[in-house]
Structures are given as C-alpha cells and as structure tokens.
C-alpha cells in the first residue's frame, strides 16, 4: 500500500477517534451531572410569559407560535431538554403520552436548549420521534435563564393561575407526571 495513502488513512482514522471520544465524555458528564440532581424539589415561584416558535408536530405545525401567559386558565407541563442528553431523549415518549391522555385539561410544551445541539438537530429528533406535543428551541436561552434551569431534563409544573406546583429534576415517567398532575387538575375543579 501507498505510504502517503496509510498515512493519510491513520490521520482520519485519528481524527474520528478524538471526536468520538469527545462525544462520549461530553455523554458521560451530561450523565454524570444528570445522576447527580435526581429527585423532586418544590418551589413557590410565578411562572412567566414567552413565546416559542414550534417545530412540527403531529398537533403543531413548523413556525407555529405557542404564546405561554399565566393565568390562562389550564395547567401546563414545560420539559427543558436537548437532543443529545440521553434522560431528556428517554423520557420524551412518556412525556407524549400523557399529552395525549391529558390534552384537553392540560397544556405540555418541550423547550430545547441551543448549544451542544442545533435547531437542526432538535427538528431532525422530533420529526423521527412522531412526538404530539409542542415543541421548539429556546433560541436565546431567555426561557432556560427566566426558570432558572440549570439541570436538563427539567420538567415544571404550572397551574392554572400561572404558580409553579413542582420542579423535577432528572429522568421522569408517565407515572410518575399522572401522580403530580392529579392533584393539580383536582385543585383546578
């Protein structure tokens, strides 16, 4: 074989190498810190009003506006997530679901974080999710920096006068949404 090709082959192949690795670091510390904050914390703050342009959805068209405003008069569920952060990925199916189950007593809205991953990137996932609920990329960061998200995935839980009831931090499931939902729609009744 030509030294030259070798060479340049062995460069490619180092270079493929160190992003991989970079890749897999970046996925162990997103899990790390994941691991790290896991659990349910309560919390008395006032939700506030932004607006997200969505991507497409089974229910939300590309470029649809959703306008989030206090007092609105029906709960919402926000999941901050971002695409390559393996918990915010695995609980989004659940997340869907109860959005179906609970669509007409109930608003759910998936915020993206821009950084690691680009609006590409969060298109691409949740096209190939076949995932309901809204879904859009906070493009500035303001959404994460108003809630103060720190932690992804994030999920916060708003009644109808705009207060947040509940903030979790960490991987959640269907169940564990119902059992933080009920009182919620039990208390809007």
């Avoid at 906070?138 to 509940?166: M, Q, W």
Wanted: proline share 5%; with cysteine.
């Amino acid at each position: 074989m030509n030294p030259q090709l070798m060479k340049h082959n062995l460069f490619h192949q180092d270079r493929f190498v160190k992003f991989r690795s970079l890749n897999i670091l970046l996925t162990l510390f997103v899990f790390i810190i994941f691991l790290m904050t896991l659990g349910c914390s309560e919390v008395a703050d006032q939700s506030t009003k932004f607006d997200l342009n969505l991507y497409e959805t089974k229910d939300y068209k590309d470029g649809q506006k959703y306008i989030f405003t206090p007092n609105k008069n029906k709960p919402t569920i926000i999941n901050f997530w971002f695409p390559s952060c393996p918990p915010c990925i695995s609980e989004m199916p659940d997340i869907d679901s109860v959005y179906l189950e609970y669509k007409n007593q109930i608003d759910v809205v998936g915020i993206q974080l821009i950084g690691i991953d680009s609006v590409s990137n969060g298109k691409k996932f949740v096209s190939e999710g076949g995932f309901s609920y809204a879904i859009g990329a906070d493009l500035e960061s303001e959404i994460v920096i108003n809630y103060d998200v720190t932690l992804f995935p994030t999920t916060l839980f708003i009644d109808s006068n705009g207060k947040i009831i509940r903030s979790w931090q960490g991987i959640i499931s269907k169940e564990e949404i119902i059992e933080i939902i009920n009182p919620i729609l039990n208390m809007e009744n």
